[in-house]
Nanobody, 122 residues
Framework: QVHLEESGGGLVQPGGSLRLSCAPS????????MGWFRQAPGKERELVVA????????YYGDSVKGRFTISRDNAKNTVYLQMNSLKPEDTAVYYC???????????????WGQGTQVTVSS
């Protein structure tokens, strides 16, 4: 079992920035990709960003392109999500995930983080 430890959520004003972090408890061979999903009240959970182990391939949902950046530091075994120019519609619980991208837009998730709340409001 792999535990994904998340941190960095909170309350921010529109136009502000936040950085989320996700640190797996260990690296195993059964997942190569990591990403962040989000789920707003009354909506389905959606994949927002993803990155492969080497960092050579990334995925960004249309709603966050140009504003969010996913990166990873394998020496620290940590994945980061830098969120800039935040909008009220970015408000959601953000979940770190580890698994395998099975299409360019879909991840098969093996492990989930506990979720961290991001609220964008004035």
């Amino acid at each position: 079992q792999v535990h994904l430890e998340e941190s960095g959520g909170g309350l921010v004003q529109p136009g502000g920035s936040l950085r989320l972090s996700c640190a797996p408890s260990r690296r195993t061979s059964n997942y190569n990709d990591m990403g962040w999903f989000r789920q707003a009240p009354g909506k389905e959970r959606e994949l927002v960003v993803a990155i492969n182990w080497s960092g050579s391939n990334t995925y960004y949902g249309d709603s966050v392109k140009g504003r969010f950046t996913i990166s990873r530091d394998n020496a620290k075994n940590t994945v980061y999500l830098q969120m800039n120019s935040l909008k009220p519609e970015d408000t959601a619980v953000y979940y770190c995930a580890a698994g395998t991208m099975i299409t360019t837009q879909t991840m098969s998730v093996l492990y989930w983080g506990q979720g961290t709340q991001v609220t964008v409001s004035s």
